[in-house]
């Protein structure tokens, strides 16, 4: 190997630097979610303090009313806005990725629409099926949004899956759950027609232990084999042309991210209703601040998106007192400030 | 269809003069068809290592396609054969990723990085910037460079994969005439000194004339010149292929230089 030049010794620095910062972010990511999750569980109807919740949350507290309160109610729903969260933000990542697109995500391309005409199709006709509906509206809402996913593909396939003919597939794939839909809402009756519009705004408060696993069960799985992608997903923000040229099967890698999408939004929004902010936003804070390299903008996205639903989480709690505000409405209420300080400190002409 | 593409073993990548692998490329019969039309119809030709080939002619006359066939990016008809890595560069469409030019080279190494990306790796990326002269701008952003520093930076991307063989697609075509002659000079400095197989899409005839040591011109798909400027470049073969008058004269190192007599649509085409 040949000497380096000054400039490549300072290169050299530079690079080692730039991966000390972006490893220390993503540290202080982790730091600020623990704390988010912690002031999550101290916030409910009684207001806990801090630092007795955090104990208990450790497993060091001794006063049994607390440590059932946290760990029986809050905590399962302060780790739901954090798997949801990392699920939403990982799935706009992907497909702002693939698609090439900075709109993409499940909730602009369909895949949500898709997952809400599930959960109300159960709601209306529910009664008709063997399963209850605490596990039927899930179910449906997942395969759905699978069902969404693969129609996205295959439309878009029928012309190569270029990022474009994908977008305009999902689009017009968005349009069609929404008026399917908007056609059972005008069906439904009053008191199913509730349970929809609630459903669509998205809620925690109906996590559970064992619905906590399965979400952290399906992300356990799929983030290494997305992981796996994350070199490749970087080349492919270069444009297919250029990540072709590199040896990559493009078609390869964006069909797994499709698959990752259907799968990791199908659980997020089944369990929690659909929530639109955190994919679209999550993804392009972790870009602003981490920068392009997959490896780290991916779980860059994932923090944040979970810090976004986690805040939003305490936010809905606080907002009015004794009352809770859906959280699909709140994360959209203090995403887009956030969003738009970001928009306006950032000077750059690229996405 | 590609017959072979082997790997070339790993080569060191030192400094200029470092003789790497032979590259060798067999072009056989090669056809591309796009639904009915066919772009590139039975081109065959071979080249080999330390030379530089231009591919030129017209626009829409089957270059393009035929280089992306002896990628192996295309499907096509016939028989490409290579010995050595190849590296392409495709045609420069400008670069929007918000990527640092330091990522932007180590994906040249993209089968070799992992979730970690190994010291040495970090040590090839910087010594092939290093190489181009561009290690100062190891940690800007692709989109915030010129169009010629962006070129090297994809030159350099192109180089850290140890490519024996590298096909380029108009990589002058976006770059002012400084930046044209130096890289050109630097691709034939690759070929020469490196040993490398270059085969680069051109539109400027003099510059390929100046700077290779054959010119391949296709015109409608076929092959219709192969040899050095000086045998390809005929006022015939500019009027066959190019449809204008021309007269060819020599510069004082006795490279041809294309004269073109009257531009096409000014009152007296022949």
Known sequence: MAALSAAGAAARDGWRRLAARRAAMLAGGVAFLAVCVVLDAATGPAMLP????????????????????????????????????AALGLTGAVMQTI?????????????????????????????????????????????????????????????????????????????????????????????????????????LQRATWSKLGIVAAVLVVAVPMLMRDAWSLTALRFGDDRAAALGIGVRGVRFRGFVFVSVATGVAVAFVG???????????????????????????AALTGAALLSVASVASKTISPGALFPIGIVTALIGVPFFAWLIIISRRSHW | MIASRHASPSLSLGPYGTVSTMGRIAVDSVTVRYGDRLAVDGVSFTARAGDVVALVGPNGSGKSSLLRAAAGLLRCGGQVRCDG????????NGARAALTV?????????????????????????STLDRLGIADLAMRLVPELSGGQRQLVFLAQMLASEPAILLLDEPTSALDLRNQLSLLSLLRGLARGCGLLVIVVLHDLN?????????????????????????????TMLANVYGIRAEIGRSNEGVPLVVPICPIGCGDDP
């Open chain 2, 85 to 92: 890595r190849i590296a392409f560069l495709p045609q420069d």
């Open chain 1, 99 to 203: 698609l090439n697109n900075p709109l993409a995500s499940s909730y602009t391309l369909g895949v949500s629409a898709g997952a809400g005409f599930g959960a109300a199709l159960v709601i209306v006709v529910g009664t008709a099926l063997p399963l209850p509906e605490a596990q039927a509206i899930p179910l449906s809402a997942f395969l759905f949004a699978a069902l969404a996913c693969a129609a996205v593909w295959l439309l878009g396939g029928l012309r190569g899956a270029t990022p474009e003919t994908l977008v305009l597939a999902g689009i017009a794939l968005m349009f069609l759950f929404q008026a399917a839909l908007a056609t059972l809402q005008f069906l439904a009756s009053p008191e199913a027609l509730q349970q929809i519009v609630f459903w669509l705004f998205g809620s």
């Open chain 1, 50 to 85: 801090p630092a007795v919740v955090a104990r208990s949350v450790l497993g060091l507290g001794d006063d049994p009313m607390v440590n059932a309160i946290v760990w029986s109610i809050r905590l399962p729903v302060a780790l739901m806005a954090v798997l949801v969260g």
């Open chain 1, 274 to 300: 659909t929530i639109g902010f955190v994919g679209l936003v999550a993804p392009h804070v972790a870009r602003m601040l981490i920068g392009e390299d997959q490896r780290l903008m991916l779980p860059g």
């Open chain 2, 102 to 126: 330091m990522e932007t080279v180590l994906l040249g190494r993209i089968r070799a990085l992992g979730m970690r990306v190994p010291e040495t790796e970090v040590a090839h990326a910087v």
């Open chain 2, 207 to 235: 510059a390929a004339a100046r700077f290779a040591d054959r010119m391949l011109v296709l015109c409608n798909g076929r092959l219709v010149a192969d040899g050095p400027g000086g045998e390809v470049l005929t006022e």
